[in-house]
């Protein structure tokens, strides 16, 4: 038996996909140096960093609280259980929201417009990347669509954006 729950070949390239592209932008925005466009002013900078932070705890303790259930492949593994609790009671993608946090904190801090759109586009990709996973979810756990109906996606805060609350069945 393998490490992920019965998968096509095609959601186990598809998941192969979004994780490469995932890495690929995050490579990218920590390698490349572009010059600076523009520079933050001193409190909107220290409160850049101190979003970074709080995404980099935040994605920690996303990872801690999964245990064995955790992986970087938008598929629920074989001996994973639904995590309602905790961070996840608060949001149902607490390590997508640290990696948004950390990857939008650190672009604004380098003042470069390309690292911004690399964010962006992570940013992108990680919606995606949920909404496929949220697919599957529903299909291992019978309790999932309800817990995304009162669960935001990323924000803990409640705000319908992209990535917000999920409308209810």
Known sequence: MGLHRSTS?????AAYALVAAQLGLLAAMVLWEPEPDFELP???DRLAWGVGVAGALWLVFGVVS?????????????HG???????YRLSRHPIYTGLLALA??????????ELLALA???NLLLVAKAVAEERLLEEAYPGYREYAGRTPRFLPLGFRVAGGRRPPP
């Not at 259980?81 to 961070?87: I, P």
């Open 120 to 122: 962006g586009a992570l």
């Open 104 to 113: 939008w904190s650190w672009s604004a801090r380098s003042g470069a417009i």
């Open 9 to 13: 070949r095609v959601q186990l390239l």
């Open 42 to 44: 001193g409190w909107a």
């Open 66 to 78: 999964l245990g064995r259930s955790a992986t970087a492949l938008p598929l629920p593994v074989v």
């Open 81 to 87: 259980r639904l995590r309602t609790g905790g961070l």
